[in-house]
């Protein structure tokens, strides 16, 4: 799942669809292996075989799994969603997995959910709701020192400005971007 270098995606898909076959009867197996296989097609742009497996495993994750599990299946099918622009399903999930990480405390993973449902009520024509989620995931991120979400959350500010058509305030956040992420060594 890791190899997502060029033809990476391609031979774990082949890897888990086996694993898949072999798993036989076992429901919460099958919810985690679907999970992963789901979120590599939609990676790999296969949005109809991501959305497969990826409702599958949702179903299966909340009738098998802790609610955990199955927040990360739904946040990865909130994703798999606005991809087929069904923006109404997408936004539910996505708001099942933030009230369920502010519940936990599990802050990181809720500024990730922040910055899903701001790029999904972006991608939906709802800009100020975008810039208030994305404004409240850029304050999680710097609030935990998490200087790579800061960056993220940064151009996510910046890409929302330049739909408002809002350029200088666009180009002031991609300055700070561009600063944050030059100053990190991460991979993303």
Known sequence: VVSTNVGGID???????????????RPLALG???????????????????????????GLLRKHASRDEAMVAAGRLSMA?????????????????????REQGAQVRLATALDRRAAILKAAGRLD???LAATEGLRIHEGIGDRVGTGLSQMRMCNVEIERNALTEAARWCDRAEVTLSQTSGMD
């Open 11 to 25: 031979a774990a898909t082949v890897e888990l669809t086996r694993v898949i076959d072999a798993i036989g009867d």
């Open 32 to 58: 985690c292996v679907l999970r992963d296989r789901g979120w590599l097609n939609y990676r790999d742009g296969e949005p109809d075989q991501a959305l497969d497996d990826l409702m599958r495993s949702y």
């Open 81 to 101: 969603q606005l991809s087929v622009r069904d923006y109404p399903q997408a936004l539910a999930l996505v708001d099942e997995t933030i009230a369920f990480f």
């Open 129 to 131: 709701e975008a810039l």
